[in-house]
């Protein structure tokens, strides 16, 4: 079984959000939290992220966005919700163009609580993230050696 | 020519190793100028690990042909320079390799990697003419182009081409991508074009594209330290200071500097270009 889970890069999203997680979620990146000592990097491009990280909720303008993002990562993937917007809607909930949140469009792992969500509570959701797709990559290379075994 | 086999066996199994260390200690540097931890030092051998464990999504095939293409050539260049044969033949190699690359990112048909592409032509026209002059410049010191001859040579090349030397750490900072000359692949925080050539590239490619950087890198700081190898084996010495050195520096200079425009970064390397290693040039010659 590899090690996967030092290297996690991260892909991250706003959705229909105030820009108060993203903040967060850029502040992560700064020398006070720093999280590419977990070996995290902040890509942008779907190709070679791992997580996807959404902040702010669907609405029917992004829902087509957040759909071709998330299958455009190669597996294994774990996508995170940051923010309440982004769990359920939020303060958004009841307008006319929010669908909810990100669980509406796409399967959602983590959900990370908060308006805004802390940086620990967002580092906290991403570790967590990272366990499962050591998790999930173990069971693809489990898969993958199967799969070998009934060709012969 | 046991010793050509030795230098190619040796850059074959240890230029990865070293060039992942490398990369692994500019991280770690860059990360400690910008005031945080950082990754470890090992982080980069992480990542391509992981790479290979990914799920194979690719958009065009012929992208992983293009792909190893440009890796082997790398790996040849490297094998013919560590195996002490011809600069000028190892640097058009090189270029060779330069044109798979862009062709692995134009193939994908998406807008960014196609203007990452175009901007690596860019490079590529930018470092060319002073790569060409440094091979011209050993010449001038040492009165051949063979590497083997290089190193056999009385005194250090350094002592008559110090403007072409300037001119390839010059040029060295658009080879290795870096600020403020990262036009082709930006760093991953500036994403107004996304990864440029590697935007299409996931996976095994990119952890193809990684393994390459590092052959190029040990490369060319084996070029860097051809400059300071003369007949005497304490020169080895400064040769692999000179290289961390030189590598220092560009990490300080990544680090310090906001990329610029294609049109200043192609008059910047002809200036230094022309400048330093011209005047060396005309000096060799009049001397002669």
Redesign the interface.
Known sequence: M???K??PWLLHYDGSSCNGCDIEVLAC?T?VY?V????V?????P??A?IFLITGGINTQNQAVVKQLYD?M???KVVVAVGVCACTGGVFKDCYNILGGVDTTIPVDIYVPGCAARPQAIIDGVVKAVELFQKR?DE??QKKKESRKEQK | MTYRVIGVIAYLLLAPLLGGLLNGLD?KIS?RM???????IL?PF??V??LF?????IVNPAQTFLILSYVLTLVFTGCMFFAGSDLLLCFFVLSTGATFLMFAACVTNSPYSNLGASRELVQIMSYEPAVLLTCVGFYLATGSFNVSDIIQSKMSAIFMTPGFFAAFVFILTIKMRKSPFDLSTSH??H?EM??GV??????DN?ALFQLSEWYETVFLMGVVGLFFINENPWSYLVAILAILAVYFLEILIDNTSARVKWDTMLKLAWGVTLFAAGTNLIILMIAR
């Open positions: 590899g090690n996967v030092r290297s990146l020398p720093d590419e000592r977990f070996g990097i902040n890509t942008g491009d190709m070679q791992d455009q190669p597996k294994p990559s693809m290379e | 991280r990360a910008q005031g945080r931890i950082g990754p470890s982080q992480y990542d690990r992981k464990s990914k799920q194979f999504i991953h925080p994403q996304v990864k590697t935007t299409e590239m996931g996976a990119l």
